[in-house]
């Protein structure tokens, strides 16, 4: 199984938020939200800091696809 972010990015336009804007408000590195772009594997920290910026849940940003 592989992790897919498509949906936090699809939340950041519902949002009318840019990347930057995410890495700003979470806290977050250029280097991790890179990872994420390339749906790389994050820690538990920063998928928290995410979820506790955005307030919704791991569902909401991320889901597991077949590879």
């Known amino acids: 199984m592989k992790v897919s972010y498509k949906k936090l990015w699809k939340l950041l ?5 840019k990347k930057k804007d ?3 408000a979470a ?5 991790t939200i890179a ?3 390339q749906h790389e594997n994050v820690s538990m920290d920063v998928l928290i ?11 909401d940003i991320m889901e597991l ?3």
């Open 13 to 17: 336009i519902d949002r009318d938020m």
């Open 22 to 24: 995410l890495q700003k």
């Open 35 to 37: 990872k994420l772009s």
């Open 49 to 59: 800091r995410i979820c506790t910026t955005l307030k919704v849940d791991f569902g």
């Open 27 to 31: 806290g977050l590195s250029s280097t």
């Open 65 to 67: 696809v077949p590879e």
